[in-house]
């Protein structure tokens, strides 16, 4: 079937006459007349009757244009996508976080996408090193990375890089330990006590072991995991100290915990934002990517409230 001349028939019910669906298409009459004709032979179905010097809708060519009016719908709003794909608007967008980001940003960002007509954000966790997170950026739209090293760590990757927030690296332990009634501790008080470190290749390692450094001595890292909660729950027990990052351990001093800033060492790490070029030049992705950032500032916002 050929949607154009089905199309012609709808407007052939809109304008009643032969000569005004010419005028209104800006062909001839008898090119209208020659294409209603080969619709009815594709058809199998009479679709219009002379009437007088006129024509008319049949009873099944009334059905067909009210069903051309459907098409008519359908393929402006094929066009429509079509044209905002174009322009760099998509439906969807991907993004990819680190547990701990996801934690912190991807509530208000649902939030946030929500307010978006048609937009939906799909994403996903995953916990890799510095290059795992620049690898990711092949397979999405947006990365949230983390390094202790500095934002600067992902220039060379040929990403667009962003910084979204900088989050001290705190230490963590018991309300009861004799450690907690300091406001800030250095290399030499938490050295000599046990911790629940990170396995190697971890990025919160790399702190521990300038900790290491500054005292002089090897930490006793009595077990290693690689999830926030379990080290918080091993803190609490009293199995050893942590390094925890502030911004999403803030539940953890409702439960006993608390949390005292590091000096003497770099013990910060750098949340960024990661992408492509061509994907961050999309319309759609830059406004998520404007989301992120907003989010970002709101928990640098809390924590500051929080004090």
């Known amino acids: 079937m050929d949607f154009r001349r089905l199309l012609l028939l709808r407007e052939l ?28 032979e594709e058809l199998g179905v009479v679709l219009i009757q002379r009437q007088g010097r006129g024509v008319r809708l049949t009873e099944a060519g009334e059905a067909m244009a009210a069903a051309a009016a459907g098409v008519a719908v359908a393929m402006a709003r094929a066009e429509a996508t079509a044209d905002g794909y174009r322009r760099g608007e998509q439906a969807s ?35 890799p090193n510095a290059q795992g997170f620049v690898d990711l950026a092949a397979d999405a739209d947006l990365v949230l990375g983390h390094s202790v090293n500095g934002p600067e760590e992902f220039l060379r990757s040929g990403l667009v890089v962003e910084p979204l927030l900088e ?48 005292a002089g001595r090897i930490v006793d890292r009595v077990q ?12 609490r027990g009293g199995h050893g100290l942590s390094l925890l990052p502030r911004f999403t351990s803030r539940g953890a001093l409702r439960s006993g915990l608390v949390l005292r800033p590091l000096t003497g060492v770099q013990a910060c790490r750098s949340v960024v934002l990661l992408a492509r070029a061509d994907v961050a030049a999309r319309p759609t992705v830059r406004s ?20």
């Open 13 to 40: 019910a809109d304008r009643r006459t032969i000569g005004a669906t010419a005028d209104a298409l800006g062909i001839t009459a008898s090119a209208v007349s020659q294409q209603l004709k080969l619709l009815q």
């Open 93 to 127: 967008v991907r993004a990819v976080f680190f547990p701990s980001a996801a934690e912190m940003f991807l509530p208000g960002l649902l939030d946030r996408v929500a307010a978006c007509e048609g937009l939906r954000l799909e994403a996903r966790l995953e916990d």
């Open 167 to 214: 989050e001290p690296l705190d230490v963590a332990l018991p309300g009861d330990h004799p450690l907690a009634a300091q406001d800030v501790l250095a290399p030499d008080d938490v050295a000599s006590w046990p911790w629940i470190g990170v396995p190697a290749g971890f990025p919160f390692d790399t702190v521990l072991r300038q900790i290491e450094l500054q």
């Open 224 to 235: 290693l995991m690689p999830d926030l909660r379990a080290m918080e729950a091993l803190v």
């Open 288 to 307: 998520v990517m404007d989301m992120v950032h907003a989010e970002a500032e709101r928990i640098v916002r809390d924590d500051a409230a929080e004090g």
